[in-house]
């Protein structure tokens, strides 16, 4: 649902609580997501065994207690993690009865019309989660790849029910 966001140093202790902001693609008003936020250990909890680094949730949002390690705030498109330890954080969800919405966004690249010699075009078409990081990876790499956006990238809500998928390219000239 988010980017994987690492902060650091680990394993310092903050005199103050961190405010970490992350993006998220979950769309809130047409969706039911069970949401968490994980976090690459061992600093992902300050009395994890240092002998092992994987993901462990962190907490569940809304489940958050006194004794939780981290608290969240969730908006429309950021999670809001207060927190007293750094490490690698990522918020996943699920669908909570198949009727989670996810916003992603779609973009088409081509290749540049001064560097085609004929008239076949391999087109690339990406559809990934609705992020700034998302959008800017996936821009990046087009740009090494000598790709042009077509259009501007359009953004789509996609539900969770087990359909498929399906985009049309039609009259692009």
């Not at 821009?139 to 789509?156: F, H, N, T």
Request: glycine share 8%; hydrophobic share 40%.
């Amino acid at each position: 649902m988010s980017p994987v966001v690492r902060t650091g140093p680990t394993g310092i202790s903050l005199s103050k609580a961190a405010i970490v902001q992350i993006p998220h693609c979950a769309s809130l008003k047409h969706g039911f997501w069970n949401l968490s936020v994980y976090a690459l250990g061992p600093a992902s909890h300050p009395k994890m065994d240092n002998s092992h680094t994987e993901w462990r949730k962190i907490v569940s949002l809304g489940q958050e207690t006194i004794n939780t390690p981290i608290f969240t705030q969730l908006d429309a498109d950021k999670l809001f993690l207060v927190t007293d330890f750094l490490t690698t954080f990522v918020l996943a969800g699920e669908s909570f009865n198949g009727k989670a919405v996810k916003n992603l966004k779609l973009a088409v690249y081509a290749p540049n019309l001064t560097r085609n010699s004929g008239s076949d075009y391999n087109i690339s078409v990406y559809v990934f989660e609705d992020t700034p990081c998302a959008l800017f990876y996936c821009a990046e790499q087009e740009k090494r790849l000598g790709g042009v956006l077509i259009g501007d990238p359009k953004s789509l809500w996609f539900q969770d029910g087990g359909s498929s998928l399906c985009l049309s390219l039609e009259d692009i000239g």
